[in-house]
Every structure is written in structure tokens, then in C-alpha cells.
């Protein structure tokens, strides 16, 4: 029954409504398998199989009775900023250790009602704060393809998961690239939805006008699939837009015939590793077979995306991490003074790159530097944003690398903040610009996945799926995983 860890949600979907397969025996390989690969891999923080087992079995009772939604009974993992009522939420961080949410995140919510098995909460860099998953308080997570490398980050746990066959899907959430590079590094599918069009309610806030909750998937069916089932306007969420949902498969039907597809001139730099190159550009190559048109487009203030990201998401983090402060909930460690006990449970609570963070954002929040570097940075954003607005007035889509790189080694760059913060070059501009993007195996490199980049209108997900799906389809790549002796 190990094969039916490999199994897409479709084809499982299919299988469960035929009664071919149940969702408990579904649910039990996913288990075994985790049981088998995860002390290596280290995906998951905490495991929920008592709960995952009582929500398969209740899935069965719902299919048998007619009433499946397309994710009824199948096996999912959630990144560990999404808080649950029934299991902790740590967010990769010792100052939250053991915390249990008095409510479910609105995403979580969704998954219920349409009777999706939860299989446990996955490992994240803390806080979101990383592009490795080695910032996490409780340990590294690995990459499947290798465990000498590391699975992306912040929202390595949910990509390695789904990428060693410990989850069907996976959510995770993409602030500068959190989601569309792990899933590059792992070799699957990653979603970043537009801004607004999920729900940010029960995500622990990183940088609130950037983070987006998204799925991990190995097709980008699969990934649609899961994006209609948590998409929608919320009331708990006053950025979540009230729009209807469309049913994100529709469309998927491998037909690019007169489209456009841009491709920017600024997305080769100095760097690149040669094997991502080529792979790009055959997948470039490809979609032109497909019968798309390939235009050069221009994303002038690209260069500028690193930067400014570097001064809005540590400014905006320092300001939700002030709620951390060992009054209310979490880690908290007494001493003789207010003041004393904010420092100690903060400097014992949380790890060097929150801190590094923090004090970031602190500073460019802090009188005298404000104007000088947040309202520019703002000022800034606002002409990437206008960058892609000019270059969508002449094509459907945009296509563009994840990385400049494959999976880099464990411990190769965490002495260099700099070089880890350039692994997320090309997926920050669009969080600065709240528009849609996906990544998808496009090749190897170093026996390593390699991962393209589709980029959509903001709220027009539908067309920048279409464009994946007919990629995708047309290779191989996202067939293949990894073997875990």
C-alpha cells in the first residue's frame, strides 16, 4: 500500500469515491511512512494520528453517504504558524513551546468542514524568518533529495513533508518567497495566492501586508484543488477581499494557443547557477512548442525588490512580535522588574534571526530614520508594483526562475545572512506587489530539483494555473520523487 503515498489528490479523490481505497487506509500509509522516513527528514513537529485516524474515519462516513467535497479524506500537514485548537503551535520558536490556540486559523476552519485529515504541524524557519528551515528552534529539517541539503525555507517542514510522500498537501505561508522556493528546492508544486484572496485570520503574523497562507502539492491540480477549498472572503480578516471563488480546475485543459508569456530581462543575474540557467530556458523553449508567444518584458525596479523587503517585513515583524512579551501566553520567565522580565523571556524566547529582525525594524521604524528608509521603501514598492501592473497590460502571464540556485548544503550559509537572503530574489517582488505566483519542477541540476516560476494578474489565479498546468503536463518533473531507503 506504499504506492498510495504517491498518489495525486485527484486520482485519490477518484479512488475514495469509487470506494476503491478508504481514507483510513489512505491516512494509515501516510503514517507508516512517516514513521519510516521522518527521523531523517524531520518534517513534522508534532504528529496528530489519533486525530488524523478519527477524521479519516468520518470521512468515510461522508463519502459513503454522498456528501464528499474534493479534499474529504485526504491527508494533510500544516506549517507550524497555523494554530489549531488540538495541537500546539510553536512557530518554530522556544517562546512558544507547548502553546495551544483557543481557535482554529480560518484555513484550518475551511479544511474541516470539507473533511480533510490533518496528520500533524510541520517544522518552520521561526517565526517565517528564514530561507532554510535551520532558524527552527527545535531542529533542521532536511531535504529529501538529499539530507545533506536543506529544504528551503520558512515552510521547509510542509514542503519536505510533501515531498518524501508524508502528506498528500501541505499549507504553508509565503511572506518574501516562503512557499514558491522550498517547494523549488523540494521539487513540487508551490502556491502563493494573491494578497487578500485567503484569509489571514489564525496565521501568526510575520509581516502582515506581505504574508499569504498557500498549498504545497505535487501537481498543480492538486494545488488548485486546495486553493478553492480555502479560498473566500472572511470577516475575521479585513484585507481578505470579497470576491467569488472561481473553481481554480476548469481551466487546466493544456491549451496556451495565443497566449503571452513574459519574461524579464532583469531575471538573470550574476550567480545563476549554469544547470538553473538551462533548465529555465528550456522550459522557456517549451512553453513557445505549447503555443505561447515569449515576450520580453522589462521589471525595471526588480533590483530594488531585496532591499526594500529587507526594511517593510522586519519593520512590520517588529511590530507583531512586540505581543511576545511573557505576559499573556508562552514563555515567560520572572525576574524583579517588568523591564527585566520582557528582556529575559525575550532573549531566552527567541532565537538570533527573530533578533536580528526585530532590531531591523526597530531601527527603521525609529525616529529620525523612518522617513529615511520605511516611507522610502514604501515609496519604492509602489513602483515594483507599477512595474508589473505596465508589463500584465501586455502579457497573460509572467515566467521567471524561483532561484538563482538549487538546495545549497546545510550550514553553508548561515554565517552569511546576506547570501541566505539572496535565495528569495526572485520571489520577493511578488509579495511586494500582492500578485499570484507558483512554482513547478521544471528540471535538474546536480541530481537537484530545478523550479520555474508562473506569475498571474493579482486575483486572476486561474490564468497563471492554466499556463502551469500546461507545463507541467507536457514534462515529467513533477512524477518524480525522491527514495528514501
Keep these: 500500500m506504499s504506492d498510495l503515498v504517491w498518489l495525486s489528490v485527484a486520482d485519490a479523490r477518484r479512488k475514495l469515491d469509487a470506494g476503491e ?90 479544511l474541516r468542514d470539507a473533511g480533510a485529515v490533518f496528520l500533524g504541524k510541520v517544522n518552520t524557519d521561526e517565526f517565517a524568518m528564514g530561507s532554510s528551515t535551520e532558524n527552527s528552534a527545535y531542529g533542521v529539517t532536511r531535504n529529501p533529495w538529499d539530507l545533506t541539503r536543506v529544504p528551503g525555507g520558512s515552510s521547509g517542514g510542509a514542503s519536505a513533508s510533501v515531498a518524501a510522500g508524508e502528506a498528500m498537501l501541505s499549507l504553508g505561508s509565503d511572506t518574501g518567497g516562503s512557499i514558491r522556493q522550498p517547494a523549488g528546492f523540494c521539487g513540487i508544486v508551490g502556491l502563493k495566492p494573491t494578497y487578500g484572496r485567503v484569509s489571514r485570520y489564525g496565521l501568526i503574523a510575520f509581516g502582515s501586508s506581505l504574508d499569504q497562507i498557500g498549498p504545497f502539492a505535487r501537481s498543480v491540480e492538486d494545488a488548485a484543488m486546495m486553493l478553492g477549498t480555502i479560498s473566500g472572503c472572511d470577516p475575521h480578516d479585513s484585507t481578505s477581499v470579497p470576491l467569488d471563488v472561481p473553481d481554480f480546475t476548469i481551466g487546466l485543459n493544456g491549451d496556451l494557443c495565443g497566449m503571452k508569456l513574459g519574461v524579464a530581462r532583469e531575471y538573470r543575474v550574476d550567480g545563476m547557477e549554469p544547470g538553473v540557467a538551462a533548465s529555465t530556458d528550456a522550459a522557456i523553449a517549451r512553453f513557445r512548442d505549447l503555443g505561447a508567444e515569449i515576450v520580453e518584458i522589462s521589471l525595471p525596479h526588480t533590483k530594488y525588490a531585496l532591499a526594500t523587503y529587507y526594511i517593510t517585513a522586519p519593520a512590520e515583524a517588529s511590530a507583531n512580535l512586540a505581543r511576545f512579551d511573557g505576559v499573556r501566553f508562552g514563555l515567560s520567565k520572572q525576574a524583579g522588574s517588568l523591564r527585566d522580565m520582557y528582556e529575559r523571556t525575550r532573549g531566552e524566547g527567541f532565537g538570533p534571526e ?61 554565517d552569511d545572512p546576506v547570501a541566505m537572503y539572496l535565495a528569495d530574489i526572485w520571489t520577493i517582488p511578488a509579495n511586494m506587489a500582492g500578485i499570484p505566483g507558483v512554482a513547478i519542477p521544471c528540471g535538474f541540476s546536480e541530481g537537484m530539483p530545478v523550479s520555474l516560476q508562473v506569475f498571474g494578474k493579482a486575483f486572476d489565479e486561474a490564468t497563471m494555473l492554466k499556463v502551469a498546468h500546461a507545463y507541467e503536463q507536457s514534462e515529467n518533473w513533477h512524477k518524480q520523487h525522491p527514495t528514501l531507503a
Design 354 to 414: 527573530v533578533k536580528r529582525r526585530i532590531m531591523l525594524g526597530t531601527y527603521a521604524l525609529s525616529s529620525g530614520y523612518y522617513d529615511a528608509y520605511y516611507v522610502k521603501a514604501q515609496k519604492v514598492r509602489t513602483l515594483i508594483k507599477a512595474d508589473f501592473d505596465a508589463a500584465f497590460k501586455e502579457v497573460d502571464a509572467i515566467v521567471a526562475p524561483t532561484s538563482p540556485t538549487v538546495a545549497f548544503e546545510i550550514g553553508a550559509r548561515t
Design 21 to 110: 481505497i478508504s481514507s483510513v487506509e489512505l491516512t494509515e500509509a501516510h503514517l507508516r511512512e512517516i514513521d519510516r522516513v521522518d527521523e531523517r527528514v524531520h518534517s513534522y513537529l508534532h504528529r496528530s494520528g489519533d486525530l488524523a485516524l478519527e477524521q479519516a474515519a468520518a470521512a468515510d462516513k461522508r463519502i459513503a453517504a454522498g456528501d464528499a467535497a474534493p479534499l474529504t479524506g485526504i491527508p494533510i500537514a500544516l506549517k507550524d504558524v497555523l494554530v489549531t485548537v488540538d495541537a500546539p503551535t510553536t512557530a518554530g520558536s522556544k517562546i512558544l513551546e507547548g502553546y495551544k490556540s483557543p481557535f482554529d486559523a480560518t484555513v484550518v476552519t475551511k
